[in-house]
């Protein structure tokens, strides 16, 4: 009977749609335990970030008993904000732009180009990331004191780029490795150079992976340590993690304003990360070849 | 690799910059740590040669195997903690939901922190006496699961791992995002025609063409936990005992406090060889999966 | 695709930018001795005054103090944070690129820049602290014979903070002299729901420094080290030593301790005593001054740790160690050694010495203590003027301080036995020999 079948047909439609529903509601659950054990830390930061010490010690978990703006100011001037931040913002992102430009242009080169060495320059620059870096604090030393770079930006801007390219590299390559290979064929067949398809063609459709090896770069220069550590000396040049570690000493800890500290520190690196965050979900865009 | 160019100069200009700095100021300083592996050398005096002598102690050393094993745990916990629960994220997040963008965003957060700060609350949370996991459990009557997460050699190497998990899931997350959205909509369309869809089309459709990616992701995965340091160089300092000692802290060690570079630089040596061994023999197990 | 146009250029730009900045920064280095037309001489001083403690304040307005009244003189200071201090001063020293006047710290610490030819004596110019300073406390940072630097402040290693109170409340109204007692006290106070000691030994030093380098000394006596580490008289196998590292292993398996003391650092341990979860706090006399500070009102005792029968070491003894010694890098030379050596003489000053006293620091000199100085600081100079220990990090080899740092922590969790640390110890020094 055809009401019989409308009938079924009605009840099936909504089992499904409940089905739906309960795997959308499961799905938001999910995801927002999931957002809450990620941020939560943030929050924890920042919360303390208002308290003393002796307030911080008795309840690390709750609302500051008292609202310490001050801890703010103490932490601009004990970690010299004001001069590091801003070296910390001119060294990483030099390093950066230099770091992905050489390594997308040499990515593009190592993934879409058949030449005898490929392979093995490939594999050469993997080996970069095997190292672990406080082998190369002295020898590294040793090396900007010969070539009088110590105490430079540039002195430090250089190792940030070198250490920076394998993963830079290696990401890159890998996603352009899988674009489909007759990109290129109608580009070369209207007579465009390799440097021009490389500029035009790949990069724009490289661009999920260009961000994310821009935000990668730029949170390994700004966080990075020990390099700056130990080759800047000056005080007018160096960069922020130098400046935030002022608040730990050996025997006392200022921790409201060290959490002050590091949420100011965080503020560049969310920053950038929003700006990029659209490119990271483009997918493909015009510009490439429709199937 | 598909063009094959005639001329070889527009190789060697794309390949030269990233080469350059990348020879200069990453392999000039670890070749040169190389070397001091072969010396007995503590920074102040003068170095001795020594041949293998480093390397035969390394040998018989106990912490060191002790640490490699540590290590091995956080290569463990990363590849089949972080890749599996970054991959289930991503695939919950690339399609259109409501407030996408939000859970994206979040889910990155832990990378961008400091590891002060995580080191700081985890090890407030995991705290035998008032952290959150032991008053949560003694809270649901769970008493007998508590444990001294941190404190006992037993449980510290685990609960460390856990965090680092938590740390970096985010990052495999863009990764995977990017990957995932590289995909044309063309394929998932010939999909539904053919009848497959939801979960079928994950596993069939989906994860092969982004298995690249996933390998991508194990390497980092496995370069970065054999060079892990910060975390747990702040949360635990490689303690109780050796129990959370890893390879990366155990040559930092050596070569700054027991000032013995040429250890130190042999450690980093050993570091390198088995960060190779590990990722050759993972890329062979994972490359034979792609038809 | 316009965008990336402008990518393009931005790099030139930006390494305009960066050569500006660099340039600026030398520039900013070298104005300090170019402007030396008026004979200024420079010296670069690293040091540890990083965080803001009335210590570092006191140090810091000392160096300001020396520059007014010398202002032909510039200290250029570099403040380092302590935990990556070792790290800077090791690399630049294998570059040979020390400053001129260095922060050092003593004994075990300092041979090496001694043999190494980094450092210069001061031998000449010692005897200008006759009088002021008591030449016990010279001995840390004099190394065959040679003097290279001038201690600022006295550091006794291991003093027992408790609360009258509550330990009042337990029974007990005077501190227990012996250990026996204090055994029994610890257990008072378990009963009682308190934590009897706080520790924080995540770092692993504490158990060293604030523990064994005292409770060693009470059973193996004071020239112990020495002797097991120059003449190979005594041993760490010895029965004494093994007692004083069982010491240990009993008052953690009693239950002195808070449960997570392996993994709180000493600050956090701190905290614990001044909010009175735990009732006894073994701690180093640094913790003097923010103790005070976090708890004006609590009622503190100090003692130091009570005798061990059978011990072979005076009750009486403290181990500690001096600190805030400033040496000259042995590169220097002519006007700029000269002016080093003037920076030296003004700043361990009577005055200095005041100021530190104020902060709650014990100094090695022979001075009225001014009247506004606490009183509990008064008493620990007293029971500290006694009889010096050695420290042990500051006597022992990096590597054999590395091993007694884990093994005491492994001790301290059931996981070494005292016997097994020991037979490691002297493995260790056997080999050095």
Request: proline share 5%.
């Amino acid at each position: 009977m055809p009401e019989q079948v409308y009938h079924n047909i009605l009840v099936q439609n909504k089992t499904a749609k409940v089905k739906k529903n309960a795997k959308k509601t499961l799905i938001y659950l999910l995801l927002s335990i999931y957002a809450v054990v990620n941020i939560y830390p943030i929050i924890w930061m920042v919360l303390n970030s208002f308290k003393s010490n002796i307030d911080f010690a008795k309840n690390p978990f709750s609302f500051p008993k008292e609202w310490l703006v001050q801890n703010y100011q103490t932490a601009w001037e004990t970690a010299r904000l004001d001069v590091y931040f801003l070296n910390s913002l001119i060294v990483s992102t030099i390093a950066v732009i230099f770091t992905v430009f050489f390594g997308a242009l040499a990515s593009y080169f190592l993934a879409r180009i058949s030449f005898k060495w490929g392979k093995y320059i490939y594999s050469f620059f993997i080996f970069g990331m095997l190292i672990p870096i406080h082998a190369t604090l002295v020898p590294l030393f040793l090396q900007m004191k010969y070539l009088g770079l110590l105490n430079t930006h540039v002195g430090l801007v250089l190792p940030y780029i070198a250490f920076n390219l394998p993963i830079t590299v290696f990401i890159l390559t890998s996603f352009m490795k899988s674009f489909p290979t007759d990109i290129e064929e109608s580009a070369i067949m209207d007579g465009c150079g390799v440097f021009r398809i490389f500029w035009s063609i790949i990069l724009p459709m490289t661009r999920p992976a260009l961000a994310t090896v821009i935000i990668l770069n730029f949170i390994n220069n700004w966080n990075e340590f020990s390099f700056a550590l130990v080759l800047i000396n000056e005080e007018s040049l160096k960069t922020l993690p130098l400046g935030l570690a002022n608040f730990a000493g050996q025997f006392t800890t200022n921790y409201g304003a060290q959490m002050a500290g590091l949420t100011l520190a965080i503020i560049p690196t969310i920053i950038i990360y929003m700006i990029l965050e659209e490119y990271l979900v483009k997918g493909m865009t015009a510009g490439a070849v429709k199937g | 690799m598909h063009l094959f160019i005639q001329k070889k100069w527009p190789i060697l200009i794309g390949l030269a910059p990233a080469l350059i700095v990348y020879i200069l100021f990453a392999i000039v300083p670890i070749v040169i740590s190389f070397y001091y592996s072969s010396m007995e050398w503590d920074g102040f005096t003068e170095m001795k040669f020594i041949g293998i002598g480093n390397f035969l102690e390394i040998f018989s050393d106990k912490i060191f195997w002790q640490s490699l094993k540590n290590n091995l745990y956080v290569v463990a916990a990363s590849i089949f903690g972080q890749v599996p629960i970054a991959l289930f994220f991503a695939l919950l997040l690339y399609r259109k939901l409501r407030g996408g963008k939000f859970f994206r965003t979040v889910g990155f957060m832990p990378v961008v922190i400091s590891t002060v700060i995580i080191s700081l609350i985890w090890g407030m949370m995991y705290n035998s006496r008032r952290g959150l996991f032991n008053q949560l459990l003694t809270a649901t009557g769970l008493d007998e699961w508590t444990q001294n997460w941190l404190g006992d050699p037993k449980w510290a190497m685990i609960s460390v791992c856990i965090t680092i998990v938590w740390q970096f899931v985010g990052l495999y997350l863009i990764i995977f995002l990017a990957a995932l959205q590289n995909i044309p909509r063309e394929i998932f369309d010939a999909a539904e025609i053919d009848g497959a869809s939801g979960f079928k089309q994950t596993i069939y459709i989906t994860l092969p063409m982004i298995w690249e990616t996933i390998i991508v992701a194990v390497i980092l995965c496995i370069s970065g936990s054999l060079r892990t340091f910060d975390l747990i160089y702040v949360m635990t300092s490689g303690g109780p005992g050796h129990a959370t000692e890893v390879m990366a802290m155990y040559m930092f060690d050596q070569t700054f406090s027991s000032t013995r570079y040429g250890y130190g630089s042999a450690i980093s040596l050993c570091i390198f060889f088995f960060s190779l061994a590990l990722i050759y023999v993972s890329n062979l197990i994972l490359r034979r999966k792609t038809v | 695709m316009k965008k990336f146009k402008f990518l393009y250029y931005l790099p030139v730009v930006l390494l305009l930018l960066l050569t500006a900045c660099s340039g600026g920064g030398n520039k900013g280095a070298s104005g300090g001795s170019s402007g030396g037309s008026g004979e200024k001489i420079e010296l670069t001083f690293w040091n540890i005054w990083t965080d803001p403690s009335p210590q570092n304040e006191a140090s810091l307005k000392q160096v300001e103090k020396f520059m007014k009244e010398h202002p032909n003189i510039v200290i250029k200071q570099q403040n380092i944070p302590h935990d990556q201090y070792k790290v800077k001063l090791k690399t630049q020293a294998a570059g040979k690129q020390l400053p001129d006047l260095i922060q050092v710290w003593p004994g075990a610490e300092l041979k090496p820049l001694v043999d190494g030819g980094l450092v210069q004596p001061i031998d000449d110019i010692v005897s200008n602290w006759d009088g002021l300073i008591n030449k016990e406390y010279l001995k840390d940072y004099n190394i065959d014979g040679k003097q290279y630097a001038i201690p600022a402040n006295v550091v006794p290693t291991s003093l027992v903070y408790y609360d009258k109170d509550q330990l009042a409340e337990a029974g007990y109204k005077e501190f227990p002299k012996t250990y026996e007692d204090f055994k029994t006290l610890v257990k008072k106070l378990k009963d009682k729901g308190l934590i009897p000691i706080a520790l924080g030994n995540k770092a692993q030093w504490v158990l060293q420094s604030s523990y064994i380098s005292t409770i060693g000394d009470r059973l193996t006596g004071s020239d112990f080290l020495p002797a097991v580490l120059e003449t190979g008289k005594k041993k760490f196998t010895d029965e004494k030593f093994i007692q004083a590292v069982g010491i240990i292993k009993e008052l953690s398996e009693m239950g002195a301790f808070n449960e997570d003391f392996n993994s709180i650092d000493n600050i956090q341990h701190r905290d614990l005593f001044t909010l009175g979860d735990a009732a006894m706090m073994i701690d180093g006399a640094w913790s003097l001054g923010p103790v005070l500070e976090a708890a004006p009102d609590k009622n503190i005792g100090i003692a130091l740790f009570p005798k061990v029968e059978g011990g072979l070491g005076d009750p009486s003894a403290v181990s500690a160690v001096t600190g805030t010694g400033i040496a000259i890098n042995s590169e220097l030379k002519g006007e700029k050694l000269k002016a080093a050596k003037q920076f030296l003489k003004g700043f361990y000053t009577e005055g200095y010495f005041k100021e530190l006293m104020k902060a709650e620091i014990l100094v090695p000199a022979d001075i009225e203590a001014p009247s506004d100085v606490s009183p509990l600081l008064k008493e620990v100079a007293e029971i500290t003027s006694k009889k010096i220990a050695p420290v042990y990090d500051a006597t022992l080899p990096t590597e054999i301080t590395d091993i007694i740092n884990a093994g005491l922590q492994e001790v301290s969790l059931g996981t070494m036995t005292p016997e097994q640390l020991a037979q490691k110890l002297q493995g260790a020094v056997d080999k050095q020999k």
